[in-house]
């Protein structure tokens, strides 16, 4: 019977790897987006800081949709007119 020597990735008490972006505020760390629309001028550049639950926010707020989960905290703004210009 053969054994397996290397550590298995399942075993108890093993720390998970965390993302570089992850952090305790809601909506995670600072990381870069793209976004691509004609409704943004080429070559827009935004200083604001937003996060993955601003795009949601923005999405459901264009559809007329409900907030869910952290998009609906206060402290959650969805892009402005520093984005859609």
């Keep these: 019977m053969c054994r397996a020597s290397a550590p298995r990735p399942w075993a108890p008490r093993q720390r998970r790897p965390r993302r570089a972006d992850a952090a305790a505020a809601p909506g995670g ?22 996060n993955h639950y601003s795009l949601l926010r923005t999405i459901e707020d264009i559809f007329g ?16 007119t520093d984005v859609f210009g």
């Design 29 to 50: 760390g600072r990381i870069g987006a793209v976004l691509l629309s004609p409704l943004i001028r080429p070559g827009t550049v935004s200083t604001v800081p937003y």
């Design 65 to 80: 949709l409900p907030h869910l989960g952290d998009a609906a905290m206060p402290q959650v703004r969805s892009f402005g």
